[in-house]
């Protein structure tokens, strides 16, 4: 039983414009949320993280909303760069240190 | 570089041998977590040990064990291995500094032939 879905695999967006990456989770529990970024042969990076107490949380050209209603959260990226393109994944975690559970990530490619 | 170091990079074994993962963690980093990633496969969670005693287990075969030494760094075996087993294995690690937030080394490419 998957807890965390990303349930695009892959995404294609032009320089310049807005990605926007999705995820899901099940388990009501969950209250902090990160986002990585992983490139080929390398390991993933924390991009991003949310707490549960706030809906929008913003880095730069990195900004994640929350909607804990509806248990979504989103990463959008504006403007997308060629450097974004990477496997992007949404993970999740319980108060108290549980370990993160990772979605199957979302390939992004920003197109020149 | 997260400060997260695992070796080998790379590892070619044969079906039914045994590997050992090793892993240092970020200084004053108390918690190691294993991940492995398989092909088209998210990241599932292994184990966490913080400072030296098993903390959480997740989806982790008999025949993988890990452990975490004195020094902090930790070690993750896989015996019998069987072809299903070739995939990233990835360490990453944690501590008061860090919170929720977890720092991955690059991995250990693991293929079973």
């Known amino acids: 039983d998957q807890q965390v879905k990303q349930n695009s695999p892959s995404l294609s967006v032009q320089e310049g414009r807005i990605s926007i990456l999705n995820c899901d989770y099940t388990?009501?529990?969950?209250?902090?949320f990160l986002w990585y970024k992983k490139y080929p042969a390398e390991g993933p990076t924390f991009l991003i993280s949310?707490?549960?107490?706030?809906d929008k949380n913003e880095d730069g050209r990195f900004t994640v909303f929350l909607n804990k209603s509806a248990k979504h959260l989103s990463l959008h990226i504006v403007p997308s760069q060629p450097g974004d393109s990477a496997v992007y994944f949404c993970?999740?975690?319980?108060?108290?240190?549980?370990?993160?559970?990772f979605g199957k990530g979302t390939r992004l490619s920003v197109i020149a | 570089d997260s400060g997260v170091t695992q070796t080998p990079k790379h590892l070619i074994t044969a079906t039914g041998q045994r590997v050992t993962l090793r892993c240092s963690p970020r200084?004053?980093?108390?918690?190691v977590y294993w991940y492995q990633q398989s092909l088209d496969q998210g990241l599932q969670f292994l184990i966490q040990?913080?400072?030296?005693?098993?903390?959480a287990k997740g989806n982790i075969l008999e025949r993988f064990s890990a452990q975490q030494f004195p020094d902090l760094h930790s070690e993750l075996n896989l015996s019998s291995l069987e072809l299903g087993d070739s995939a990233l294995y990835f360490c990453?690690?944690?501590?008061?500094?860090?919170?929720?937030?977890?720092?991955f080394g690059e991995g250990s490419w693991l293929t079973v032939v």
């Open positions: 990453a690690s944690s501590g008061p500094s860090s919170g929720n937030t977890i720092y």
């Open positions: 388990n009501s529990m969950f209250d902090y």
């Open positions: 949310i707490s549960s107490i706030k």
């Open positions: 993970a999740a975690s319980a108060t108290g240190n549980t370990p993160l559970v």
């Open positions: 200084s004053g980093d108390l918690s």
């Open positions: 040990y913080y400072n030296g005693e098993e903390r």
